[in-house]
């Protein structure tokens, strides 16, 4: 069948839209790569905009490099995120995710941008761009039945972004940014559920380190000629450090972390 970025997008947004599932688009198009895919993501972010949603940051998935073979995804990956699907949340408050198909959950750290980020940047100068930090619960989803996927499905899939609640902004002046990338390399999170711990990780989980995440989505930004490039007062959320774990209503799941100056965050599930 004749490669439609259109038509995909229409076709993806639609299961987005209600919860569904369907075959991986690969089975039909077999010769999809991921530039076709990162295509399909540029067609999805138009419609979205036309219907009134804003695009609010990116989402890096599969950075953790822990957990490709369970998902037979062997790089990172991208997807957008909207006003409609990210939240400021506090401790205790409820994650209504369930309406998203087979959720996961992911324990994360989220960027702020206060400066435009381009291609051939040094780490230092990416640093300096970081205005804020934060750690958040990203719920993760599959429109394809039992999370069986190539890379470039994962991708038309929005990254698999569901949906991401966002704990309190810590604030970094200008004078320590130059060791955020050690700093948040070297953070450690344990994440449990209804007060069982079910795994720990640390920073350096996502790609080395969730500057270093950042760092890489900016050169596979300057290679997208879909896409745009990273702009001052977006967040980007780095990928999970810990496993993936399935959720069901009623659950309770929360973190602590260590290492950096940021509270853990407790959820319900609903």
């Known amino acids: 069948m004749r490669f439609d970025a259109q038509t995909i997008a229409e076709s993806v947004l639609a299961s987005l839209d209600a919860g569904g599932q ?18 399909v993501t540029a067609a999805v972010r138009k419609m979205r905009l036309a219907r009134g949603e804003t695009p609010v940051g990116r989402k890096i998935g599969f950075t953790n490099r822990n957990i490709w073979p369970e998902y037979g995804v062997y790089e990172p990956i991208w997807g957008d995120m909207y006003d409609t699907t990210v939240h400021d949340v506090a401790a205790g408050d409820i994650a209504r995710i369930m309406r998203l198909p087979e959720p996961r959950i992911e324990p994360e750290i989220v960027l702020g941008l206060d400066g435009d980020l381009r291609p051939g940047m040094s780490l230092p100068q990416i640093e300096a761009a970081i205005g804020w930090i934060a750690h958040g619960f990203e719920f993760v989803q599959s429109i394809y039945p039992g999370w069986r996927f190539k890379t470039a499905d994962c991708i038309i899939d929005g990254g698999l972004h569901g949906a991401m609640f966002v704990g309190a902004k810590m604030n970094i002046p200008r004078h320590e940014r130059g060791s955020l990338a050690a700093r948040l390399a070297n953070i450690r ?28 989505l900016v050169e596979v930004l300057g290679r997208d000629s879909h896409n745009p490039p990273l702009k001052a007062g977006e967040m980007i959320t780095t ?31 609903a």
Request: hydrophobic share 35%; proline share 5%.
């Open 22 to 39: 369907r075959a991986p688009f690969s089975t039909t198009y077999q010769d999809l790569t991921n530039g076709d895919a990162y295509a």
């Open 189 to 216: 999170v344990t994440l449990s559920r209804n007060g069982d711990i079910q795994d720990r990780g640390v920073g350096a989980n996502a790609l080395d380190g969730p500057v270093n995440a950042l760092m890489r």
């Open 239 to 269: 990928g999970t450090l810990t496993r993936a774990y399935p959720v069901v209503f009623g659950e309770r799941w929360s973190t602590t972390i260590e290492g950096v100056d940021l509270p853990g965050l407790s959820m319900e599930i």
